[in-house]
């Protein structure tokens, strides 16, 4: 008897420990609602989708899984808050704090991080498509290059070349960026544009001895000249071939690091 006691004692321990877990965490995110200010607390997996928490006090908060997509949370206190795997899609983080939060797998999409303060975070696995205003120290002149290849494979150029210019902004030699971003200034019909990213890409893929790099440029001054032909030529079936074997190569080239 004493095992079966020992056993049901046990599991009525969990269950009252899952209830006081629980009921701690339903009172916090009531604070939060209520006061916006709750330093520290367990929030996790808390359900705050488009909750109104401009200023709020959440340093040091666990907030790991918790909703917060399209939460107004503009100049509100996130130092030091765990966001790992926490949704923050579309949120406004307008002057947010948010120096050294854990954000690991974290889900920016889309999110307004105008003037926010991000020193001491590390973005490298957090997800940023589509989010605007992400200040320049927030990642390496790679990290910004490859957040624009993937805004450009989902065809948001303008965004793309947002990125690119904040590569270009770090390391002024940064040949790939060049390159996309001339890519995504020719898929905008930004044909000049396109030919002068080219043209500096091309410069410094031969200085910096990069062959690969060189005929990608020159490949994509080819493909805008093509572009650039009246109407009757590129309705040609060896216009459409070309389009596809310079753009192939093109794409081959630019992969993230």
Not at 66 to 84: H, V, Y
Not at 140 to 160: C, H, K, L, M, S
Not at 196 to 213: I, K, M, W, Y
Request: overall charge negative; aromatic content about 8%.
């Amino acid at each position: 008897m004493k095992p079966i006691l020992l056993t049901t004692a046990a599991i009525f321990t969990a269950i009252t420990l899952n209830t006081s877990a629980f009921a701690e965490n339903l009172q916090n995110i009531q604070k939060v609602l209520s006061t916006k200010t709750c330093p520290g607390c367990d929030l996790t997996d808390a359900g705050l989708v488009m909750a109104e928490l401009v200023g709020a006090n959440l340093s040091g908060a666990d907030l790991s899984r918790a909703n917060l997509s399209r939460a107004n949370l503009t100049g509100a206190d996130l130092t030091g808050a765990n966001l790992s795997g926490a949704s923050l899609n579309g949120a406004n983080l307008t002057g947010a704090n948010l120096s050294g939060a854990i954000l690991v797998g974290t889900d920016l999409r889309d999110a307004y991080l105008v003037n926010a303060q991000l020193f001491g975070t590390d973005l490298s696995s957090a997800y940023i498509q589509g989010t605007i205003g992400l200040p320049e120290y927030a990642g390496t002149p790679e990290d910004f290059y490859a957040w624009g290849v993937i805004e450009a494979e989902r065809g948001n150029y303008q965004a793309a070349i947002e990125h690119y210019n904040q590569a270009l902004n770090l390391k002024a030699d940064f040949a790939p960026a060049y390159l996309a971003r001339g890519i995504a200034q020719f898929r905008l019909s930004n044909h000049g544009g396109a030919i002068q990213d080219a043209e500096v890409a091309s410069q410094l893929f031969t200085t910096q001895e990069n062959p690969v790099g060189f005929q990608a440029s020159q490949n994509l001054i080819a493909m805008v000249e093509i572009a650039q032909n009246p109407p009757e030529v590129r309705s040609r079936p060896s216009f459409g071939n070309a389009l596809v074997g310079i753009g192939s190569l093109l794409l081959r080239f630019l992969s993230p690091f």
